[in-house]
Nanobody, 114 residues
Framework: QVQVVESGGGLVQPGGSLRLSCAAS????????TSWYRQAPGKQRELVAS??????TNYADSVEGRFTISRDNAKTVYLQMNSLKPEDTGVYFC?????????WGQGTQVTVSS
């Protein structure tokens, strides 16, 4: 069984930065891909960024150039968020997945407000 835990959220002013962490425990393998999603109040969950097991990355247009997804090993993935805007506010979720299974964390709240 794999457990996924996000951390690093908080309250930040517009223009500020946060780094989110996605830590996995259990039988996590290097073949897992990782995606970050976010969900704002009253809106659907949306894909923000992804990194494949091979290290390829992609980003939503709304965060391209401001957010960076990275990993330091098979179990921890980060989302560096710079130049934050109020519209980046939401609960950020991490998904670790393969073609056969997916594991979600409980989410971490990010609030961008002055």
């Amino acid at each position: 069984q794999v457990q996924v835990v996000e951390s690093g959220g908080g309250l930040v002013q517009p223009g500020g930065s946060l780094r989110l962490s996605c830590a996995a425990s259990g039988s996590i393998l290097s073949s897992y891909h990782t995606s970050w999603y976010r969900q704002a109040p009253g809106k659907q969950r949306e894909l923000v960024a992804s990194i494949t097991s091979g290290g390829s990355t992609n980003y939503a247009d709304s965060v391209e150039g401001r957010f960076t997804i990275s990993r330091d090993n098979a179990k921890t993935v980060y989302l560096q968020m710079n130049s934050l805007k109020p519209e980046d506010t939401g609960v950020y979720f991490c998904k670790r997945f393969t073609t056969l299974m997916a594991y979600w964390g409980q989410g971490t709240q990010v609030t961008v407000s002055s």
